[in-house]
Each structure stands twice: as structure tokens, then as C-alpha cells.
DNA sequence: TTTATTATTGTATCATTGTATCATTGAATG
DNA sequence: CATTCAATGATACAATGATACAATAATAAA
């Protein structure tokens, strides 16, 4: 659980949350922190940063909806793995394998064949046609990181 | 003792126990999982979705107490008698296009489009021709499950 | 076999973490 | 002034984790 070194400037007009928010991204960004590092907690930051520990939480949602940081009640808050760009493409494509293995794998373990399981796949891809595109998307999924606490 | 190949999204804001009820729920339902059929412990299944056992132990206990489960401290926990025993054939494929989902929506998060998930998944089957008939599956069922004490 | 010991299982209790809700403050505005 | 509203604080709560415990099984000892 890394120090942040964050500091805050109280006769800033601009919000102590949005302060905090700030300066985390700035971490984030600079590499000083990594996709996996949990996070002070809410209550361990606050103490830090003499504030209370709503604002820390309010900026942490705030990282949370944009998909920087992961918060996790009763666990903590983890930094999110990077969208995409950095893992390479035959990583991608790896893992895109691995979850067809576990697709098909769970499939045929509830006795459906490997052709029902493709036809139903086709079928989920067809009924819903418009698909959003990667860019626009804001990375819903992938939520690799913070499950181990690194 | 099987695989439950549960999958967990931590990001996600319906609790960890929740999502594991609802699995376990979904699998005895399309009849992967039959009376008498042992799950895994609380500690087995927590060491594999990187959870604290306790939480395994609160999903166990919620379906404990909805007759789908027996808990039974010291020996084990055992699939009961399921409410419904004709598992319906519209059960099995809801459960079979809740996989799918699931697979596309992974593939999506890792910024693949539908139709390379598409294509990796024809890849998979087209490499592992070997497909297990359903029919010669045999039901691996209750038959002489360990006397549930209930 | 019988008994004692050890290991394994689920249970109970509390601590820790983030969340939800409302109260308070203080500055902007009429 | 009074009003309003965003920012912050206080409190209660839900989800998860850590630890000790009790019940059952498995094994060893007598």
C-alpha cells in the first residue's frame, strides 16, 4: 500500500475530492502506480490527509466511474488494469483463446454439443447487431487487476 | 468433488456471495450438479476464486437455507434434492446463452470485436474435432451419493 | 475393537473496508 | 438578512476478511 505523497492546498478554491482525484491520475499516469497496487484505504488516507474519509471515498468513486481505480467494498480500492494498449497483441489473443476453451469447455459440461454451443454463440451475436465499437466503448470488462493483492 | 467454474467480476456491484449463489443456483438448475453430488469446501472454493472463505461459507449458508444445499459442519457440503427434478431443456439453453453472453462480453472488454470472438471460438472447435457424443454422457447422477444426515 | 489424537469441515464473532444517508458549514446570490 | 447549494462531516450500514471455535472424519495407539 504505497505512500501517495498527495498535497492538498485547503485555500484552493478547487474541491479537496477533486484535488485528490487529480493527483492520483497523476500518479497513475507518471507510472507510480501500477495496475494491482492497492490503494490506502478511505480511512487511512483521510487520517493522512486530515480530511474526512467521505471525501477520499468521493474521489475514489469518482476514479472508480472512470474506470481508473477499482473500489471494492470490505476489500479495498486497486489500481485498474491499463485499457488496452499495453498488453501486446498476442497476449490479447491468447486470453481471447482461453475464454473460448472455458466457454466451450463449460458447454459440453452441461451436454450440449460443440455446434449448439457455436450456434448459440452466433445467434447471441446476431440478435444484438449493434455493436459498440472498441473505441467508443469505455472498457467495461476486463477487470484483470485487482482481485490479487499484489 | 467438482469444478464449479465459477467466474467472479469484482468490479461488478452485486456482492461476491450474490454472484456465487446465483451460479450455484444456475448449475443444479441445467443439471450440471445432481443430488448427492459434493461441492467444493468453503476453503477449496475460496483458495480458487481468491475470496476469504467466509464469503464461500455465506453463499453456501444462503442456499443452505433454500433447501438447495445441505451444510454440514465437519463433513462437507452436498447437492439436496432439486425443487424443480425435471431440469427443463429451456433451462439448460438459458443457462448456455448466459455463457455466450459472457464470453462475448469478455472478448468485448479485451477490445475484441463480435466476430473475432466469433472466429476464435470456430478456431477452437475446427483444432478439437474430437466431440463427445451428449448421449454417451453418462449421468454421473445421485446414484449412490454420500447418505446426506440431513 | 476401542480409545485417543489429529486433520478437516463448517460456524461464530469481530475487525476492516467501502457505501448510503443525512446534518452541518460556508460562500454565493437574491 | 434569507435562501440556496455545493463541499464536507457524522453516523449507521453492508460486504469482506481474520481469527478462534465446534463438529465430524480420519488415523494412530492401546
Redesign the interface.
Known sequence: MPDLHIQLDFGSDVPIYNQIVAQVQELVLMGALHPGDQLPTVRQLAAELRVNFNTVARAYRILDESRLI?T??G?GTYI?GT??PH?SEAA?RR???E????????????????????A??????ST?AE??S?AE?P?????NG???KV
Open positions: 477499482s471494492q467494498q476489500r485498474l485499457p488496452d498488453k490479447r486470453t481471447l483463446e475464454l473460448a476453451r472455458r466457454y466451450r469447455d463449460s458447454a459440453l459440461g452441461l451436454g450440449f454439443s460443440t455446434s449448439e454451443a457455436l448459440a454463440l452466433q445467434a447471441l451475436l444484438a455493436e459498440p472498441p466503448r472498457n467495461t470488462a476486463a477487470e485487482p482481485q490479487e
